[in-house]
Nanobody
């Protein structure tokens, strides 16, 4: 089993910056893709950013140019640097990881989420 623990959420003013982190632990052979999703009250959960094991990235249209996803493979940790934050970025941010438990089997898991609140 693999566990994901997010940290770094909090309250920030519009235009400010924040970095959230997600650390994976447990029975991991290797991690493939890691991603950040977010969900605001009354809204659908949406993809924010993802990063492959090779470092290729994709971003949601609403955060392109403002957010940067990165990872430290030695620490099994993924980061999301959020700049120029807007009130509409307010949401619970969830980490997701796709991983290999051995040479043949894959699975994925979710973190519990960390709340990011952007005040106007």
């Amino acid at each position: 089993q693999v566990q994901l623990v997010e940290s770094g959420g909090g309250l920030v003013q519009a235009g400010g910056s924040l970095r959230v982190s997600c650390a994976a632990s447990g029975n991991i052979f290797s991690i493939n893709t890691m991603a950040w999703y977010r969900q605001a009250p009354g809204k659908q959960r949406e993809l924010v950013a993802l990063i492959t094991a090779g470092g290729n990235t994709n971003y949601g249209d609403s955060v392109k140019g403002r957010f940067t996803i990165s990872r430290n493979n030695a620490r099994n940790t993924v980061y999301l640097q959020m700049n120029s934050l807007k009130p509409e970025d307010t949401a619970v941010y969830y980490c997701n990881a796709q991983y290999y438990t051995d040479s043949y089997s894959t699975s994925d898991t979710w973190g519990q989420g960390t709340l990011v609140t952007v005040s106007s």
